[in-house]
C-alpha cells in the first residue's frame, strides 16, 4: 500500500467515484492468481449530509470484475493497516463503519439496481488483562480476562508473542467467564505481548441503513482487538 498523486489518476477517478480528484489516493500492490493488480483507494474528508452526521471520512475503490481481468483474477479480501490516519471521537462509544456493495451483472456491467450496504461494529470499550505466574524450570502460566463494553467475552482466541518476532509462543481461548490461562517455558526473563483479534459476523445490522440503497443493509460484523504486554520470569 502506496500514497499516490491524485493528479496521476484523474481519468480512473472519473470512472469509478464520477470526481476527477481526491484529497489522496492510495494504491494496492498486489499480487493474484500470479497477476499484478493495482486497485485505488480514494480517500476524503466528509462534509455534507447525510455523511457528516455519521461518519468524518470516506474511502471508495471499483475493482475490476471477472470479465477483463487477466485470468479472472479478482480481489476477494484485504487485510491492511494504516497508521496516524484515523483516530476514534473522545467517547467510549460503540462504532459503526458503513460500506455501500454495487455489484457486477453477468455481462460485467455494473449493476446499480443490485447495491446494498454492509456494516461493521467497533466496540468502544475492549479490555484484554495479563497476570504471569512463574513455576520451576522455566514454566510460565500467563492469565488474564478479556471484556468488551463492559462484559466477559468468550471464545476469543489470546495469543502470545515475544517483542519483535512473529513467532507465537502460546495460545489460549477466553472460557465463559472470559478467562484464559496458557502455558509457556521461557529460558531467561522475556518480555510478553498477549493480543487478540476478533472478527465474527453479527445476524443483524445494527444501526439503520442508509437512505438511496436499493437492496438496503444485508450484512454486518462485529471486530476488535486488544493487546497487552507483561514481564515472565524464569524460575530454576
Known amino acids: 500500500m502506496v500514497a499516490d498523486d491524485p493528479a496521476s489518476h484523474t481519468a480512473e477517478s472519473m470512472q469509478c467515484t464520477g470526481q476527477p480528484t481526491h484529497e489522496a489516493i492510495w494504491r494496492m500492490d498486489l499480487t493474484i492468481a500470479g497477476q499484478q493488480l493495482h486497485p485505488l483507494i480514494y480517500v476524503d474528508h466528509v462534509t455534507t449530509a447525510p455523511e457528516n452526521t455519521f461518519a468524518a471520512a470516506k474511502l471508495q475503490l471499483c475493482l475490476a470484475g471477472p470479465v477483463g481481468t487477466p485470468n479472472g483474477a479478482q480481489l476477494l479480501f484485504a487485510f491492511f493497516d494504516v497508521n496516524g490516519v484515523f483516530s476514534n471521537p473522545g467517547n467510549t462509544a460503540d462504532r459503526i463503519w458503513h460500506a455501500v456493495f454495487t455489484p457486477y451483472d ?47 467475552f468468550a471464545g476469543g482466541l489470546v495469543e502470545l508473542y515475544k517483542p519483535g518476532s512473529d513467532k507465537r509462543i502460546g495460545k489460549g481461548r477466553t472460557n465463559g467467564k472470559g478467562n484464559y490461562t496458557i502455558r509457556i517455558k521461557i529460558k531467561k526473563k522475556t518480555r510478553v505481548i498477549a493480543q487478540v483479534l476478533f472478527l465474527g459476523d453479527l445476524a443483524s445490522c445494527p444501526a439503520p441503513g442508509l437512505p438511496g440503497v436499493p437492496q438496503g443493509c444485508k450484512s454486518a460484523t462485529v471486530s476488535f482487538f486488544a493487546v497487552k504486554i507483561g514481564t515472565a520470569r524464569h524460575k530454576k
Open 106 to 152: 453477468a455481462a460485467g456491467h455494473p449493476n446499480p439496481a443490485g447495491t446494498t450496504e454492509g456494516q461493521a461494529l467497533i466496540p468502544g470499550r475492549v479490555s484484554l488483562t495479563m497476570k504471569t505466574k512463574s513455576l520451576k524450570h522455566g514454566r510460565v502460566i500467563v492469565s488474564g480476562k478479556l471484556a468488551v463494553d463492559g462484559q466477559t
